[in-house]
C-alpha cells in the first residue's frame, strides 16, 4: 500500500514539473521587427475607444492601417458605463493608451495633467472650426472633437401624418403641445400614441438628465456667458431660471407617453423598439440613433428631428441640440516616437478618403477639413435648421459637475416626482438639478 | 508484525528528503502569487491612503488630510451605520435559518441530499447577477402597485436582506451540518437516557458542540455583511437619495464598499479620501471579526 502512495506521488511530482515547463510557451517575441523593410515603423497606437457601437469598425481601421504602413494599432473598448474605470486602470499600465476621451470638463479636470498639448499638432489643424475644442485651466488644448452629435425630438412623420398634422405645424412649445394633446386623446382611434416611453433606469435616464435638461442650462448660459468663461469653464452655480421650462417639455413628454410616469423608474422599455414599431410618433433622442432605427426597418426618409420646444421666448428659431462628448486626448506621458504614430493615424483617420469614409459611417460627422460627407439625416437636418438662421444649442450639459453622482441624484428626484407629481416633489427635483450643481462643484473643485 | 524500513514509506528519508529540498519549488508560486495579488497592492493602497493621486504610479504626498475628510464626511457615517445595522440582522437571520435548516436535515429525512445541493446552489451565483435577478423579482411584485425598490429605503433594506439571505444560508448550512454530524452519538443517547427532551438536547449537547461552526459561520456572515458590495451596487445602487434643501443628497441604502467606490469615481481629489476610507474599512472589519473570533472561541468546548 504504501508502495503504491509513494509511487503515486512521484508520479504527481512529475507530472506537476511537467506541467512547470508547459507554462511558459510564449514564444512571440515582442521586440521582433513587424516586416523587414518597413524600417520607420518605431511608435504604436493604443486607442481606448468610447463607443462600444464604434467597435467593430475601428477595429478593421486598425487592421486596414497596419497593413499598410506596419504601425501597429490597438483597439481597446471599455463597456458601456465604464469608461473612466477602464480609464483609470489602464493609464496604470507601462503600455498606457496613447488616445483616450476626455469628453467633458470633469474629466479635464481629471485627466488634463496626462493630456499633450494639441496646440500646433498636425491634426489641429486638420479641424474644420473651433467649436470642439477643451482646454484646462492654463489655456492647455488637452482635447479636440472627433465627431459630434445632435440631439432633440425624433418625429415619425408618417405616423404624424396620419394623425392629421404635419411637422410644419410646430414651431414653439404651445403648438407642440397642442399636437402631442390631440394625439394623446385619439391615441386609441388612431392605434398610437405621441411620446415613447421616458425609462427613468440607466439604459435611458440619461436622455433626461443628460440632455433634455440641456436646454435649461442653455439659456442660461445665452442670458450670461461671463459666469461659464464664454463658454469654456462651468458656472459654479445654476440659477435655475428655466426650470418651469424643463418642466413644461418634461411633463408633456411623460404624461402624454404610451407608458404610465409611474411605472417609469423601473425601466426595463424598450423605447427604441416602440418608436421602430410605429407606437409612438416622438421620441425624445439624438443623431446615433439612425443606424439603430434604419436596422430595425425603419425609412429614415419619414423622420425628422425637432428642437426642444418648451416655452422660451424666441424659441420659434431654436435649432437642435448640437456638439459631443467625442474628444481625442492624446498621451502627453507617452513616447515621442508612439506620439508621432498617433498623431500620423489620427490625420489618417481623418484625411484618407476610404478610412474616413468608414469612420464617418460610425460616427456620424467628423469636423475635419478633407474627411468624408455625412449621410445622417438628423445631422443634415440640424445644419438646414442653422441655414435657417436659427441658433444652435450647445452642450452646456457637458459641464455637469460630478456628473455620475449628479446625475443619479435628479434620477431619484425625477423618480419621486415621477411617483406623486406634487409641487413639493418638482421642487425636489429643481434643488437636485440645481443646488446639487452647487454641491457637486464643489466636492470636485473645493 | 515486524516493523520494516521501507525506504518507499512516505516518511522515508528517500523520500522527505527530496520534498524537503525542493518544497520551495512548489511554495514559491503560491507565495508568489499572494505577494503580488495581496501583499503588494496593500501595502501600497495604504501608502496611497496618505496621497493625493489620479492614477497609482502618480502621486502627490499629502499626510493625514484625506483621513481628516474621510471621518468629516457625512455620507461616510451614514454608511457606516446603515452596513452595521445590515450586518447584524443578516447575521442574526443567517445564522438562525441556517442552523434550522442544517438541523432539519440532518434528522435522516427523506430527500435530505437532494435539498442540500438545491439549498446551496445560490451560493454558486455571483452577486452582481444575483441583484439584477432579485431587483427583476422584487420590481415584478412591486410593479402591480407602480412602484419600485428603488422608491423606498425600507424596501432597500429588506430587499438586501432577502437576498443575502437565500445567498448565504445555503454556504453557512453546509458548515452547520458537517457540525452536526461530527456531534458524537453517545453523548446524543446519553442525553436521551438521562431524560433530555428535544430542546434540552439541543441547547445542552448539539450546541455546545457545534460551537467551532458556530464561530466559523458567524465571522464570516459578519464580515460578509460588512464587506458587501456586488449586490448592494446592482440591487439599490444606494438608491433612494433623500434630497436636502441645500442640494446635497443622502444615499440612504449606500453600505460602505459602494461608499468607498462612489468617492472614488468623484473626480480628481477624492481618490485618496477614498483609499483613506478603505484602510479605515479594512481595520474596522479587522477589529470586529477578531474581537468576534476571540469572543466565541471561548465557548467552544473540547470533546
Not at chain 1, 511558459?24 to 511608435?43: H, L, R
Not at chain 1, 490597438?74 to 476626455?102: C, H, Q, R, W
Not at chain 1, 410605429?278 to 421620441?283: L, Q, T
Not at chain 2, 440612504?252 to 479605515?280: D, H, P, S
Request: glycine share 8%; net charge negative; proline share 3%.
Amino acid at each position: 500500500m504504501k508502495k503504491l502512495l509513494a509511487m503515486l506521488m512521484a508520479l504527481v511530482m512529475v507530472l506537476s514539473f511537467a506541467a512547470c515547463g508547459e507554462t511558459p510557451e510564449e514564444p512571440s517575441d515582442p521586440e521582433a521587427p513587424v516586416e523587414p523593410g518597413e524600417t520607420e515603423a518605431t511608435g504604436s497606437v493604443y486607442w481606448l475607444n468610447f463607443k462600444p457601437e464604434s467597435d467593430e469598425v475601428l477595429k478593421e481601421l486598425a487592421a486596414k492601417y497596419t497593413a499598410e504602413t506596419g504601425v501597429e494599432v490597438k483597439i481597446e473598448t471599455a463597456a458601456s458605463g465604464t469608461y473612466n474605470e477602464t480609464l483609470t486602470a489602464e493609464m496604470d499600465k507601462s503600455e498606457a493608451p496613447t488616445i483616450f476621451v476626455v469628453g467633458n470638463q470633469a474629466a479635464v479636470d481629471t485627466w488634463g495633467d496626462y493630456c499633450l498639448d494639441l496646440t500646433g499638432t498636425a491634426i489641429e489643424a486638420e479641424l474644420n472650426t473651433d467649436a470642439y475644442k477643451l482646454y484646462d485651466a492654463d489655456g492647455k488644448l488637452c482635447s479636440i472633437g472627433y465627431c459630434y452629435e445632435c440631439y432633440g425630438i425624433i418625429v415619425n412623420n408618417a405616423l404624424l401624418n396620419e394623425a392629421g398634422h404635419d411637422v410644419s405645424e410646430i414651431t414653439n412649445f404651445e403648438t407642440l403641445k397642442a399636437v402631442v394633446e390631440d394625439i394623446t386623446a385619439r391615441s386609441e382611434e388612431l392605434g398610437f400614441g405621441a411620446f415613447t416611453s421616458n425609462a427613468m433606469d440607466s439604459s435611458s435616464s440619461w436622455r433626461y438628465t443628460g440632455h433634455m435638461i440641456n436646454l435649461e442650462y442653455y439659456y442660461e448660459y445665452v442670458d450670461d456667458n461671463a459666469a461659464w468663461a464664454n463658454g469654456t469653464a462651468a458656472a459654479p452655480t445654476l440659477t435655475g431660471a428655466y426650470m418651469d421650462n424643463f418642466k413644461n417639455l418634461y411633463d408633456l413628454a411623460v404624461v402624454n407617453s404610451i407608458v404610465d410616469r409611474k411605472e417609469l423608474a423601473n425601466g426595463g422599455f424598450d423605447a427604441q423598439a416602440e418608436f421602430a414599431e410605429g407606437k409612438a410618433v416622438f421620441y425624445v433622442q439624438g443623431s446615433w440613433e439612425a443606424g439603430g432605427l434604419e436596422g430595425k426597418g425603419m425609412d429614415l426618409s419619414t423622420l425628422s428631428m425637432i428642437p426642444y420646444y418648451c416655452g422660451v421666448e424666441g424659441e420659434e428659431k431654436a435649432g437642435l441640440n448640437c456638439g459631443t462628448e467625442n474628444y481625442w486626448a492624446i498621451n502627453g506621458d507617452a513616447s515621442e516616437e508612439d506620439i508621432q504614430a498617433t498623431i500620423d493615424f489620427m490625420v489618417w483617420l481623418v484625411t484618407d478618403p476610404e478610412a474616413s469614409e468608414a469612420a464617418v459611417g460610425t460616427f456620424g460627422v467628423m469636423p475635419y477639413k478633407s474627411a468624408a460627407v455625412s449621410t445622417n439625416p438628423f445631422l443634415a437636418q440640424a445644419n438646414a435648421y442653422l441655414g435657417d438662421g436659427c441658433y444652435n444649442m450647445a452642450w452646456i450639459t457637458n459641464f455637469q459637475p460630478n456628473v455620475d453622482a449628479y446625475r443619479a441624484t435628479a434620477v431619484n428626484a425625477l423618480n419621486a416626482y415621477n411617483a406623486d407629481p406634487t409641487d413639493a416633489n418638482w421642487a425636489t427635483v429643481v434643488t437636485a438639478f440645481i443646488d446639487g450643481w452647487a454641491v457637486q462643484y464643489q466636492a470636485v473643485n473645493g | 508484525m515486524k516493523r520494516s524500513h521501507d525506504s518507499a514509506a512516505v516518511n522515508s528519508d528517500m523520500i522527505r528528503k527530496p520534498i524537503q529540498r525542493w518544497a520551495p519549488l512548489f511554495l514559491v508560486p503560491m507565495v508568489a502569487a499572494f505577494l503580488i495579488g495581496f501583499v503588494w497592492p496593500f501595502f501600497h493602497g495604504l501608502f496611497l491612503s496618505f496621497c493625493k493621486f489620479k492614477t497609482t504610479s502618480k502621486w502627490e504626498w499629502v499626510g493625514l488630510l484625506n483621513y481628516e475628510k474621510a471621518l468629516a464626511d457625512e455620507s461616510f457615517i451614514y454608511s457606516f451605520g446603515f452596513t452595521a445595522v445590515f450586518a447584524i440582522v443578516s447575521l442574526v437571520l443567517i445564522n438562525v435559518f441556517a442552523f434550522a435548516v442544517a438541523y432539519a436535515l440532518t434528522q435522516k429525512i427523506k430527500g435530505a441530499n437532494l435539498f442540500r445541493t438545491v439549498f446551496f446552489m445560490p451560493n454558486l451565483i455571483g452577486g452582481i447577477v444575483l441583484g439584477y435577478i432579485w431587483s427583476m423579482i422584487f420590481d415584478g411584485f412591486l410593479g402591480y402597485y407602480q412602484t419600485s425598490i428603488l422608491m423606498d429605503k425600507e424596501w432597500g433594506f429588506w430587499g438586501l436582506i432577502i437576498l443575502t439571505c437565500w445567498q448565504q444560508i445555503g454556504y453557512m448550512m453546509i458548515i452547520y451540518i458537517a457540525g452536526l454530524q461530527a456531534v458524537p452519538e453517545d453523548m446524543l443517547e446519553a442525553a436521551k437516557i438521562d431524560g433530555a427532551n428535544g430542546w434540552q438536547t439541543l441547547f445542552k449537547v448539539t450546541i455546545p458542540n457545534v460551537m467551532p461552526s458556530i464561530t466559523i459561520c458567524t465571522f464570516l456572515s459578519l464580515t460578509n455583511g460588512f464587506k458587501l458590495f456586488d449586490q448592494n451596487i446592482a440591487l439599490t445602487g444606494g438608491y433612494p437619495y433623500i434630497i436636502n434643501p441645500d442640494g446635497t443628497s443622502v444615499h440612504t441604502t449606500e453600505m460602505l464598499a459602494l461608499n468607498i467606490y462612489n468617492t472614488f469615481y468623484v473626480g480628481a481629489n477624492t481618490r485618496g479620501v477614498a483609499q483613506a476610507k478603505a484602510v479605515l474599512f479594512f481595520i474596522l472589519v479587522a477589529t470586529l471579526a477578531i474581537a468576534q473570533l476571540t469572543a466565541t472561541r471561548k465557548k467552544e468546548v473540547q470533546q
